[in-house]
């Protein structure tokens, strides 16, 4: 596998539901950051991690709790999600200095019902 | 704060004209860094330029060129002889500095359609 890999790609579930996103580098990175999509609106910044240390924790509920257990791993833990959630949650990396290009995943496509 | 500006929401052409992104963005920073992403149908952002606040250059790469002008805050992105595969949606981003870290500022987008 090369460059940023997500898991899944699609993902359906309910309010009451617990599931987890996974996200995986091969670059050798060292910041991680998690970004939602939704329709109409502007890449949202979620989450951003440095050496597995969170360093932005950008106003995201408490039902969106990430983990990042080393450079190259990156979950997003999801649980009683709203309607609203549903959206592309986007993964990157970078070498996390000013300027360093930030490479995407593909996106887990995320449906709340 | 940052911002970017996309103000074309959605442009189609026909294929093989020539077609002209823009972008304009705002910052206090004087060091910064400006890219472009494409994102198509299947959803991931792919990198296509970095340009750096004390790089005016222009850049050429195959059919892509990319004009930065910081007397107007732009960082226009044009396609030369477009194609079907260049239909997707195009981003603008500004970095910005994050403690040791950064982060960026993406516009709203411009969905680019390229008619056959």
């Known amino acids: 596998e090369t460059g940023v890999t997500q898991t899944p790609r699609h993902l359906v579930m309910g309010m009451t539901n617990k599931k987890s996103l996974k996200c995986e580098q091969h670059l050798g990175h060292n910041a991680m950051y998690w970004y939602k999509q939704s329709a109409k609106k502007p890449l949202e910044l979620m989450f951003v991690y440095s050496l597995e240390e969170r360093v932005e924790n950008n106003s995201v509920p408490s039902r969106f709790s990430p983990e990042c257990p080393n450079s190259s791993h990156l979950f997003l833990h999801l649980h009683t999600l709203q309607p609203e959630d549903s959206a592309l949650y986007l993964c990157?990396?970078?070498?996390?200095?000013?300027?360093?290009?930030?490479?995407f995943g593909p996106g887990t496509r995320l449906t709340v019902l | 704060a940052q911002k970017v500006t996309q103000a074309q929401t959605e442009i189609s052409v026909v294929e093989k004209e020539d077609v002209t992104l823009d972008c304009v963005y705002e910052t206090r920073d004087t060091t910064y860094y400006l890219f472009w992403y494409k994102q198509p149908p299947s959803g991931e952002l792919v990198f296509l330029i970095r340009r750096n606040s004390f790089d005016e250059q222009n850049e050429i790469s195959g059919r892509y060129s990319w004009n930065f002008q910081k007397s107007t805050s732009s960082f226009n992105f044009t396609i030369t002889a477009s194609q079907v595969v260049d239909s997707a949606v195009y981003f603008c981003a500004l970095s910005e500095a994050l403690g040791g870290n950064e982060k960026l500022t993406f516009g709203t987008g411009t969905r680019l359609t390229i008619i056959p």
């Open positions: 990157a990396s970078s070498q996390g200095r000013l300027g360093d290009t930030q490479y």
